[in-house]
T-cell receptor, first 109, second 114 residues
Framework: GEDVEQSLFLSVREGDSSVINCTYT??????LYWYKQEPGAGLQLLTY?????DMKQDQRLTVLLNKKDKHLSLRIADTQTGDSAIYFC?????????FGAGTRLTVKP | DADVTQTPRNRITKTGKRIMLECSQT?????MYWYRQDPGLGLRLIYY???????NKGEISDGYSVSRQAQAKFSLSLESAIPNQTALYFC?????????????FGPGTRLTVL
């Protein structure tokens, strides 16, 4: 089964906030990441958080980390149609990185 | 210009054929990776390389082989392609000197095995 789990779909209205959730299993992960994949393109790093942090904010993006529950979330404020994409949660391990299945965010006008 | 490039971008082949996917990078990174993406399964690691001639198996290496003859190039081969290897393949790189291990992805190769 998946080591990193995410819901597959999320739909929001333009201007609303989007919250994408992720659970991971490796408590020793040093960094946790959010990547964005637009149609026909590869993955691009959106943001990352170090495991000893609870929160990281970067413009419209807020990452929350709950290490006790191994839960990571990405909040996108004032969601725009250009935010429509697949968002992947990922955790770093000793020699590799594990990705979730991706959450497809659809933004309706 | 893209830092990580993949060729070809699309490939259709038949069962039993040998094919090679190429990845090149201009980022000067030591580490390179090959992933496959399947709907609903996310990315799964096939092979990775931390330096020239260094090769390591990932989560799903069966049926694949790789070659890292130069720092900038990492190729993925399917010795005898089968239909369940139909997927989107991504190459990625990372800088060993950075503790964050952020990976930079190529645009992907869509492979169809008939």
């Amino acid at each position: 089964g998946e080591d990193v789990e995410q819901s597959l779909f999320l739909s929001v209205r333009e201007g609303d906030s989007s919250v994408i959730n992720c659970t991971y299993t490796d408590s020793s992960s040093t960094y946790l990441y959010w990547y964005k994949q637009e149609p026909g393109a590869g993955l691009q790093l959106l943001t990352y958080i170090f495991s000893n942090m609870d929160m990281k904010q970067d413009q419209r993006l807020t990452v929350l980390l709950n290490k006790k529950d191994k839960h990571l979330s990405l909040r996108i404020a004032d969601t725009q149609t250009g935010d429509s994409a697949i968002y992947f949660c990922a955790e770093s391990r000793a020699n590799d990185m594990r990705f979730g299945a991706g959450t497809r965010l659809t933004v309706k006008p | 210009d893209a830092d990580v490039t993949q060729t070809p971008r699309n490939r259709i082949t038949k069962t039993g054929k040998r094919i090679m996917l190429e990845c090149s990078q201009t980022k000067g990174h030591d580490r390179m990776y090959w992933y496959r993406q399947d709907p609903g399964l996310g990315l799964r690691l096939i092979y990775y390389s931390f330096d020239v001639k260094d090769i390591n198996k990932g989560e799903i290496s069966d049926g694949y082989s790789v070659s890292r003859q130069a720092q900038a190039k990492f190729s993925l081969s399917l010795e005898s392609a089968i239909p369940n290897q139909t997927a989107l393949y991504f190459c990625a790189t990372s800088d060993a000197l950075l503790s964050t291990d952020t990976q930079y992805f190529g645009p992907g190769t869509r492979l169809t095995v008939l």
